[in-house]
């Protein structure tokens, strides 16, 4: 059987899920320590923690949306303010806290009525090989780690934080012809040129 490109595999996802640390992000955390009881000992656990969000990849999720394609994150870490972003983001899938990754993927492509093939993940290291695996579209972010972009069908222009969700569903819905109508559709109408 012929190696399907990456573009004929784009063409039949329904369903995109990412990680979160250095896909949606630029992969660093920040911690702001937090008044305790001194008998309680600090750890990153207990503190306030920040993280900077790219414009253009919220702007990914509504144009995902306007497309008809589903989204979701599934991330190793749990934090509040990555469940405030999944809800500002209006995501359909969301899992934190997750060690085993292809579980979860694979749960998450039941849920959705989906089969593997119609379900693409967006990682940036290891942990996330499995899931990008399970799936028909494997996406490493341009600042993945060697064996993560090894592994994957396309790898984003922009780093994880910068643009890479965007660059990710641009590639999608360009491979299924979407492109220029979500386009237009998001930015109310024709352009004048």
């Known amino acids: 059987m012929a190696k399907?490109?990456?573009?004929?595999?784009?063409r039949k996802i329904r369903l995109l899920i990412?990680?979160?640390d250095g896909v949606l992000t630029d992969g660093k955390l920040y911690f702001l320590p937090q008044e305790s009881p001194s008998s309680e000992p600090q750890?990153?656990?207990?503190?306030?923690?920040?993280?900077?969000?790219?414009?253009?990849?919220?702007?990914?999720?509504?144009?995902?949306?306007?497309?008809?394609?589903?989204t979701g994150l599934i991330t190793k870490r749990s934090s509040q303010t990555v469940a405030l972003r999944a809800r500002d983001l209006k995501l359909d899938f969301v899992s934190q806290g997750i060690d085993d990754?292809?579980?979860?993927?694979e749960q998450i492509v039941k849920e959705a009525g989906l089969k593997l093939e119609e379900a693409a993940f967006?990682?940036?290291?290891?942990?996330?090989?499995?899931?990008?695996?399970?799936?028909?579209?494997?996406?490493?972010?341009?600042?993945?780690?060697?064996?993560?972009k090894s592994e994957a069908h396309y790898v984003t222009v922009?780093?994880?934080?910068?643009?890479?969700?965007?660059?990710?569903?641009?590639?999608?819905?360009?491979a299924q012809g979407k492109w220029k109508?979500?386009?237009d559709a998001y930015i109310g109408g024709k352009s004048s040129h």
């Open 4 to 10: 399907l490109s990456p573009q004929s595999r784009a």
């Open 18 to 20: 990412f990680d979160v």
């Open 43 to 70: 750890s990153a656990q207990n503190q306030i923690e920040f993280k900077g969000f790219h414009a253009h990849d919220g702007v990914a999720i509504s144009l995902a949306r306007l497309s008809g394609l589903q």
């Open 101 to 105: 990754k292809r579980a979860a993927f």
């Open 122 to 148: 967006v990682g940036d290291d290891v942990v996330d090989l499995t899931a990008m695996r399970a799936g028909g579209l494997a996406i490493a972010v341009k600042n993945a780690r060697a064996e993560v």
């Open 158 to 174: 922009h780093a994880g934080g910068e643009g890479a969700l965007r660059d990710a569903v641009e590639f999608i819905l360009k």
């Open 181 to 183: 109508g979500v386009l």
